[in-house]
């Protein structure tokens, strides 16, 4: 038999502790009922209000998302619209350019050339560039179009082909580079980019600008990189996809604000490397470094000197420049005759036999070349005629 349960008496004396039935069960009093049912309200309402707030954060951040997406969608309309505006200006300043007969423009914009500072440095430091000590002159200039011209934005780059239509004289064995057969280009260009920054300032508003062409101390090449035309071949002659190397560089640095284009990044060399075994003065020391000291065009114009013996054998018949590593390119198999007559050649180069310019005289020399506007007039009728000797000394 089990024993009796022990009686339990309520602990009256406690006040938390609830009462209990003569039952034993547990029920509250009627005080601690309604605290109960205001503590259960009261935790309904912190529901209803953490509900009601979540809403309204939804609400309030769907607001915030629609105006961002307006702002976003207004911003892409501007810039649809401003690059609708930019490409109108550039097609009208192209159609002008093209009217004048350049057969390329791009448009860089007109920042420090930083990648270019340690080439031309070392360029410079190797003495690549011989007696040509202009090139070491206004070295941050080159760098920057701003000091050039104040408060420049902008770098116009405009490419005219001078390949010519026709030749020397048939049977001729002294040789002119192309690019001097006609008028001299300096001249010819400068009149264009003249030309041509009058039409900008006519398509796209009032600017201040400087025009040039092998003329002042710009990077002309790389200018023309930057503002996507095309690249720097390995023989240092800058290429234009499917229009080859025979070109003119020009350029206008304007305070105008113009939007650039996508610079030129794709190597169009390659593996090939004509020019460098082709060069007959291994002036080509490396891809696209150029020793100007062995060069042919810096022997025969820019050394004012005769030309020194270890190259006197190597000259190859060229007279004034070369174009030996240019005729070797395939990008000129895409060469095309230019237009511009005063490119075409002078009667000098167009007609004179071996013997005529063998005899020419300083007469001759002043009448046909100089008063003609040939660039053959920028050297000395000294430095001419120890040129003529020099390639009748390569033939032998
Ligand atoms: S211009 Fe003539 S000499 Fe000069 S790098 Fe070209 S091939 Fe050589
Ligand atoms: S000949 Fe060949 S390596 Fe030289 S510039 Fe032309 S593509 Fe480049």
């Known amino acids: 038999m089990s024993p009796p349960a022990p009686h339990i008496h309520p602990q009256r004396d406690d006040p938390d502790q609830p009462a209990r039935s003569r039952s034993g069960a547990n029920r509250p009093s009627r005080a601690a009922g309604r605290e109960q049912t205001a503590g259960q309200a009261q935790a ?18 769907a607001d915030r998302e629609r105006a ?67 090139m070491a002159r206004h070295f941050d200039k080159r760098l920057d179009p701003r000091l050039l011209l104040k408060g420049a934005r902008s770098v116009i780059v405009a490419a005219h082909n001078y390949y010519p239509a026709v030749g020397q004289a048939e049977g001729t064995s002294y040789r002119i580079a192309r690019y001097a057969y006609g008028q001299d280009y300096h ?6 980019l003249h030309k041509l920054a009058q039409a900008v300032e006519e398509i796209a508003g009032k600017h201040t600008c400087r025009v040039f ?34 070109l003119f560089l020009g350029e206008i640095i304007t305070t105008m604000d113009l939007a650039p284009d996508e610079a030129f ?71 095309a005759p230019s237009n511009e007559k005063a490119f075409r ?20 020399f002043n009448r046909h070349i100089r008063k003609a506007g040939s660039p053959l007039g920028r050297i000395t009728y000294d430095k001419m005629m120890d040129n003529i000797r020099c390639a009748a000394e390569s033939r032998r």
Request: glycine share 6%.
């Open 187 to 192: 001249r010819v260009i400068k009149d264009k």
């Open 44 to 61: 309904d309402n912190r529901v209803k209000a953490a509900v009601r707030k979540q809403a309204t954060d939804r609400e309030q951040a």
């Open 345 to 364: 050649p002078i009667t000098a180069v167009a007609e004179w036999t071996d013997k005529e310019w063998e005899e020419m005289d300083r007469e001759r």
């Open 68 to 134: 961002t997406g307006r702002e976003q969608a207004a911003d892409r309309e501007r810039a649809a619209g401003q690059a609708q505006a930019d490409n109108r200006v550039k097609a009208a300043i192209r159609e002008q350019a093209a009217a004048l007969g350049f057969d390329a423009l791009g448009i860089a914009r007109a920042e420090t050339l930083e990648n270019h500072q340690p080439l031309l440095s070392a360029y410079l430091e190797k003495g690549h560039h011989g007696k040509m000590g202009y």
């Open 265 to 335: 990044e794709k190597d169009l060399c390659g593996h090939c490397r004509r020019c460098m075994d082709a060069c007959p003065t291994q002036a080509i020391t490396d891809a696209g470094q150029l020793d100007a000291r062995r060069c042919l065009s810096y022997l025969t114009i820019e050394l004012k000197d005769r030309i020194p013996d270890e190259f006197r054998a190597k000259s190859r018949g060229w007279v004034f420049g070369c174009d030996i590593c240019q005729e070797v390119c395939p990008h000129n198999r895409f060469a």
């Open 213 to 246: 062409t092998d003329s002042a101390p710009v990077l002309e090449k790389a200018w023309a990189e930057w503002a996507g035309l095309g690249k720097t071949g390995k023989n240092t002659c800058f290429i234009i996809p499917r229009k080859g190397s025979y």
